[in-house]
């Protein structure tokens, strides 16, 4: 195939995507794939059309609804490298995506790294003008502040209550949302619909978990650290998730206590999977020998 030549303002006929050159030229981009960096462009991209929409959020902050299908047909790669691409903007702080659940594509917040500088420089500044601040604004009238820590302390005995079930709420839903987004829920949803019953049961039993006033969990019989039991719970990923839905499905035997061999499953996934699909390969290699 023969291709032409650009003749003047020619190049200025194509659309393009925008990829910001501190992806390329930044120390702290400097791990980020090539990929990954060009799939940022592409959602970037995407938020013009979200402003012209208007998809905001209560607070004001442009989403994008981008699934991982989208994501496949628009790199031509497979579940996979999608999965892992998303996750590798998460990781660097690029993206953040929110689930909704019943079966609605997460929300997709793409992170304007750029403002740090600009925040660095904002709060800077106010830390310089503080001291004239303070001066400037104290008050000539001692009444005044008398009434507002009067005021102040009223409300916070009145809503104190209402304020500890806000903050454990706060913390729940916190969880819920790393936990929907860390294990990739929508695509575990598509690969295994059958199972959505039991897909949602992990994620609650994640979350009632690390969510747990306990100094001690009990693993397969043996109480562990919750620190200990929590910090490894939060390194799963979807690839556990399926490892332990399989084991799920091959296992004949009853289960008496589902809940506690679900945590035992969870807990221990990330160093059993791997030995277990090792075990599974040598003996299919055994077996056509």
Request: proline letters at 2%.
């Amino acid at each position: 195939m023969t291709l032409d030549y650009f003749y003047g303002q020619a190049g200025e006929l194509f659309s393009f995507f925008r990829i910001p050159k501190a992806l390329f030229q930044e120390q702290r981009f400097q791990d980020l794939s090539t990929d990954a960096k060009t799939l940022y462009g592409i959602l970037l991209d995407r938020m013009s059309l979200s402003v012209k929409n208007e998809w905001f959020d209560k607070k004001g902050r442009v989403f994008i609804i981008f699934t991982i299908e989208d994501v496949k047909r628009t790199l031509r790669c497979a579940d996979n490298k999608a999965t892992r691409l998303l996750r590798e903007l998460e990781g660097f702080g690029l993206i953040e995506r929110k689930r909704r659940g019943q079966g609605k594509p997460c929300l997709v917040y793409v992170k304007n790294f750029s403002a740090e500088s600009s925040k660095e420089s904002v709060k800077n500044r106010d830390n310089d003008d503080s001291c004239g601040s303070k001066i400037a604004c104290q008050d000539p009238v001692k009444s005044r502040g008398i009434k507002k820590k009067e005021t102040k302390t009223e409300m916070n005995n009145t809503n104190l209550i209402l304020s500890d079930e806000s903050e454990k709420m706060k913390n729940r839903e916190l969880f819920e949302e790393y936990f929907s987004c860390s294990l990739e829920i929508d695509l575990l949803l598509r690969l295994y619909p059958d199972d959505e019953d039991t897909i949602y049961q992990i994620v609650n039993l994640l979350v009632d978990t690390c969510d747990s006033k306990r100094k001690l969990i009990r693993i397969a019989g043996d109480d562990k650290p919750a620190e200990v039991v929590c910090s490894r719970l939060k390194k799963l990923n979807a690839d556990h998730i399926r490892f332990v839905l399989n084991c799920l499905a091959e296992n004949t035997s009853p289960i008496r206590n589902m809940k506690q061999y679900l945590l035992a499953a969870l807990f221990n996934a990330p160093t059993t999977m791997q030995l277990y699909y090792q075990n599974k390969v040598n003996h299919d290699l055994a077996a056509r020998r």
